[in-house]
């Protein structure tokens, strides 16, 4: 993994550099191209020599709902010549983190068993600001297997307050 990470880091420093004040607009797009290129069939047919450069970018901008700005079809353009398709997840990864180092901000999952409201959401959003001590960006992610409660993690930290948690915990105490 560090090879990619190796690889993928002054692809996401030029575009940080390139974007400005512009950079989320620009994590946006990055984000929905990461997406589309972390699928498998996307990336076989990328590494089959018979596809031409000019084939897979019109595959992938093709698939990508938003209309690219010039400066994304560029950069598209520019990892796919150089063959760092399958970098992409991770250049969106490496980006984000510089975006969230700029603004003072981190990101944070919370997994739930249930879907969680806007309001619900604002109001944990400000809990778990005091209980991090940072300014994060929330997202949702359902975990049916939670039970009830909510996981958060916040780079390596972990906030767990699942049922499953405390189930586990139970069994730990009762069998040791």
Known sequence: ???????????????????GADSSSVAVWLDELAAVAGNPQLLQFADNPKATAQQV????????????????QNF????????????????????RSLMNLKQGSFDAVVYSAFDIDAASLAGLSGVLEKRFGRKLNL???LQPELIGGIRVVV???????????RLQQM??????
């Open 76 to 95: 598209l353009r520019t990892v796919i010549d150089n063959g760092r398709l399958s970098a992409l997840p991770e250049i969106a990864g490496q980006f």
């Open 171 to 176: 069994k730990a105490a009762l069998t040791a």
């Open 57 to 72: 970018f019109d595959v992938v901008s093709g698939v990508v709902k938003t209309k690219l700005p010039e400066m994304g």
């Open 155 to 165: 780079g390596d930290e972990v906030l767990d307050t699942s049922v499953k948690a």
């Open 1 to 19: 993994m560090a090879e990619i990470a190796t690889i993928a880091r002054p692809y996401a420093e030029a575009l940080f550099k390139a974007s």
């Open 139 to 141: 997202s949702v992610e």
